[in-house]
């Protein structure tokens, strides 16, 4: 009890992994390191790959909400006379405990830190993250065997050319209908919460990329028929 913080005792072994200089595992006490901290103290991560910024870091796991490089949180906190205050925080000054993790929306989970510096490919990331949550899933419950399998093979389409602009809110609804008490066990929400934070917090990311697709297809639709319109003016003078 004497080693973290009130409310967030002892100690934790962080993962920390990604882009970071040196990923590892690190004991810390609870509360008395911040992720930003954990990212760039010598002790821990020694910062991001060089030449790179951070763009958002899964805190406690893969099934943890993303949290986005930049984002504000309001984090209770006492002033001098002992009141309770709601202090403004950036992400990297969050403290690594599970009260902090929680008013930010998220969760310290397993204290697996995976890190993501602004090379990433964010729908590439919740599309590794899916496939591995389709995978697993034991197939018992409805709402969950089919809706990781659809979240998978939805962001599998945009990750190989065959996105739709409108992928993005299709996924949120599929992840908004498997958690709420629609299935036995937790892992319903544990598929769900990386496609409700992932979108909500980079969707135009996923529209981008359901729009680019749309457009190739569309200009090689208008080629194939302007080739076709070709060989038939060509037949038909001949």
Not at 119 to 141: K, M, P, R
Not at 205 to 214: N, R, S, T, V, Y
Request: glycine letters at 10%; one cysteine or more.
């Amino acid at each position: 009890a004497k080693l973290g913080t009130p409310n967030n005792t002892g100690t934790r072994i962080v993962s920390l992994s990604g882009h970071v200089k040196r990923p590892g595992y690190y004991e810390i006490e609870v509360g008395k390191a911040t992720i930003g901290e954990l990212i760039n103290d010598p002790k821990f991560g020694c910062g991001l790959r060089d030449g790179r910024k951070l763009k958002a870091i899964i805190p406690g796991g893969s099934s943890s909400k993303v949290l986005k490089a930049g984002e504000k949180f309001k984090l209770k906190k006492k002033d001098a006379e002992g009141k309770e205050i709601l202090v403004e925080t950036d992400m990297l000054d969050l403290p690594y405990d599970f009260d902090s993790l929680a008013a930010a929306g998220s969760m310290s989970g397993s204290s697996a830190i995976i890190v993501m510096d602004d090379s990433t490919d964010i729908v590439g990331a919740l599309a590794n993250l899916s496939e591995f949550y389709a995978h697993e899933s034991c197939g018992q419950c409805t709402p969950c065997r089919e809706g990781s399998l659809w979240m998978s093979k939805t962001l599998h389409r945009l990750t190989h050319g065959e996105g739709r602009k409108q992928d993005a809110d299709y996924l949120v609804k599929i992840a908004d209908n498997i958690p709420g008490g629609r299935t036995i066990c937790a892992f319903g929400e544990a598929c769900s919460w990386p496609v409700q934070s992932f979108v909500a917090k980079f969707k135009d990311e996923f529209i981008a990329k359901g729009a680019a697709d749309e457009a190739r297809r569309a200009q090689e639709t208008n080629s194939l028929n302007a080739g076709a319109t070709v060989e038939l003016t060509a037949s038909l003078e001949h």
